[in-house]
């Protein structure tokens, strides 16, 4: 049984705000709270390339990404570069500790970068700036 179109809408507006609130905080806690020069000092210590170009690109595509999912804004492009920085993470340093995040694995990372991933590929929604900018029509219901 498929949902109806709005119904699928609210989902997705959902899925946007709760993935881009968790993507704000990790970019807010990379610049404010840690800072900008902690973090590439953390990114050099893990062994990531560039780790201060790569602490500002993960700071800024984090914040500035996860606002543009809440918005619904860009989707597309903001969905795919945070997948990019949730795969450089995932290769970069969680991997080789298993899944679980109590243990620094990669289960976190996975599931934000495949949720942003989707999203892009799936769309905004109804519910977004994205719909209001271009003036898309609204998803039509395909049988199943």
Known sequence: MKLPP???DVVLLLARVGVGIVFVAHGWQKFRTNGLDATAQGFQGMGIPSPTLSAYFAT???TIGGAALILGVLTPIAGVL???????AFLFVHLPNGIFASDGGWELVAA??????????VGPGRFSLDRLIIRTPARESVPA
């Not at 934000?112 to 590929?121: R, S």
Request: glycine letters at 14%; hydrophobic letters at 70%.
């Open 6 to 8: 709005i119904a699928q």
């Open 60 to 62: 800024g595509v984090e």
């Open 82 to 88: 945070l997948a990019i920085n949730m795969a450089g």
């Open 112 to 121: 934000l970068g495949l949720a942003a991933l989707t999203i892009a590929a």
